[in-house]
């Protein structure tokens, strides 16, 4: 069954039905994370984790894709990768899935009211320390893009079923603090997705594909 035949079939509640409809309360307990692909890079101490939230803007298309953003090259941290927009948990977010749509509204400009949170994929937990909720939502058409330039250099669009296809998938090593670090990436015509990012998408394609 294609992805557009499933949301189809049974719209959002098919989605909700390959996620975790509750979410996590802090502090925040990953399950997944960087170190999935390099368990001999953790680190023996507890660390005190920075919880954070992201959006993966599911665009309600006849062939649904996903929304990245391409962050600016002026940024101090994660200068020029492709991210979902998100950020840290701030005092005013009454829920994990309100700062994740506030950050989504603050970095591109797209309002609350076209998404439909549908749940939520695994706690990720960064080599750099943060505890990430990934909330899955669907967006739907006649949004308008207004990113925030300090942030963001570029609002695009690839096919979720390229992101889900197991095809596509790559395991690379990259250079990281010193040493080298395994991480999975997918190449989208010019744009090499990798990291944090690509990791959550794998975890939502296990889900969906367990689920579908």
Known sequence: MTLAAFLSAGGIDALRACLRTEAPVLPLAPTRGDYDLNPTARSLAPRTLVPAAVLLPIVARAE???LLTLRS????HHAGQIS????RVQD???TLAAAALREMEEETGVTADFVSVAGFLDVYETGTGYAILPVVGLLREGFSLKPDVREVARVFEVPLAFLLDPANRQEDVLKWKGGMRRVYAFQYETHYIWGATAAMLVNFAERLHDAS
């Open 92 to 94: 005013g977010d009454v």
């Open 84 to 87: 979902f927009p998100g950020g």
């Open 64 to 66: 649904p894709t996903l």
């Open 73 to 76: 090259e002026e940024l101090p």
